[in-house]
């Protein structure tokens, strides 16, 4: 999920005018689904909004750390308890043994895609050991997804390594590719069979940041760690087409106002060649209506403001960009205090609804946008805080050791949306469009979307 933006990476990469090119491969776009993205014109806005069809990919998101509980020794879990967090990690909402009901909740919404990761520091304890029993743990997870109707999309890293990898240096450690690559083929291998959706590397901007807010890395270390990223996504990528040859890989891309094109230049330019698909994370919004917060550096991650629209203008700026590449929103949400109401007064139901709106607009004008996850299903550990929700489903981890799964306004909102194929044909959204969207700050200035 995208949270704090560490400036510390901006400063870091801020005096390299060079980046080097990704190592070399098969091109990723035989492998794609689409034929080309169109490149969405903001011209006179439809009175009407198309269904986004049967084939399109309508799923939920969550992360084995954030929700599994029963965590093993790893670097996130080694931060969580080290009183440096806002809260102490307990088993989170308890995934490891609640994982059946939740992958019921998500069949019952109508979802046809259920993203998870597989966590490293689980399936391996110690270097060139795996332990099988927490192995079978995911056999059942991706049985269960698959048996409730559902295709698993699966995150091989999702910013939490082993303990011991940790002690070995982690991402400026000079072991640290090999020993990923060994234990991702390993994962590969397992669930390559069951045909899933892959995610290589969460948020790779955000993987930085937050590694050196937790100490995992310093500053200087911001620009090595992205040259290492790159090469384990290429390498892994080369390796599940090995073993998936028609498969669909990813690794998805946080809209992070002011540094989105530091992204971009560190890591997704530079393995253009290895993506089937594109993965899109968008939450909040930035505009000379909504000038940037500060709350993304911090806990508070609900004083970010929202504009759905921006989803639009982001999907409208990377189907420009990669013509080639089907994009999917692999996360998208809206985060609340504790499950009280916005101070805004935006409601989850209505924040859905009015996103999916403007997904709808961008698949009519010509966006191949093939999937939407809703970030999370349950509340669940946000990155050093129970505080900030973003469940269709809330979970009040510190007040109720029953840990309920309790339906916000947001879950029939997205039933009737899966059933519909999208919001229906009159929908209009609750927000006018903000002026100057930050997301595409030129672009969104000279081509604006509007409502009718």
Known sequence: MLVAIGSAVAIAV??????????????????????????????????????????FMWGVSMAGFQSEGHAPDSNWIRYANSGKARDRYGDSVDFFTRYAEDIDLAADLGAKVYRLSIEWARVQPQPDVWDENN???????????????????????????PGWAAD????????????????????????APYNPLWVTINEPMGYVAQSIK???????????????LVQAHSAIYDYIHLRQPDALVTSNVAQYPVVQNLTDLLFVDRVRAKLDYLGIDFYYGASLSNLPSFALLGDELWKNAIEPEGI????????EKFPELPLYVVENGMPTDNGLPRTDGYDRAD??????????????????????????????????????????????????????RRPTSAVPAYRNIAALGGVPADYRPTRDPALCSIVTPFDSCLRPVSVP
């Open 312 to 319: 639009y203008y982001d999907l409208r700026a990377y189907a």
């Open 351 to 404: 924040h859905l609804r009015d996103t999916i709106y403007w997904i709808q607009r961008a698949k009519a004008d010509g966006i191949d946008v093939i999937g939407y996850n809703y970030w999370s299903l349950t509340d669940n550990y946000e990155w050093g805080s129970y505080a900030p929700r973003f469940g269709l489903y809330t979970v009040d981890v510190k007040t109720d050791p029953s840990l309920t």
């Open 14 to 55: 801020a005096g390299s005018s060079t980046v080097g090119a990704a190592p070399g491969g098969n091109s990723g776009s035989g492998h794609g689904s689409a034929s080309g993205s169109g490149t969405g014109s903001a011209g006179a806005a439809p009175t009407a909004v198309q269904s986004l069809g049967p084939e």
């Open 135 to 161: 192995f079978r743990f995911y056999d059942n997870v991706v049985q269960k997804i698959r048996a409730a109707g559902m295709r698993p999309m699966l995150t091989l890293d999702h910013w939490v390594i």
């Open 168 to 191: 070995r240096g982690g991402w400026t450690g000079k072991t640290m590719v090999s020993d990923w690559l060994a234990n991702m083929r390993q994962v590969v291998d397992r669930y």
């Open 214 to 228: 937790i100490g995992d890395i310093g500053a200087v270390d911001a620009l090595p760690m992205f040259e290492r």
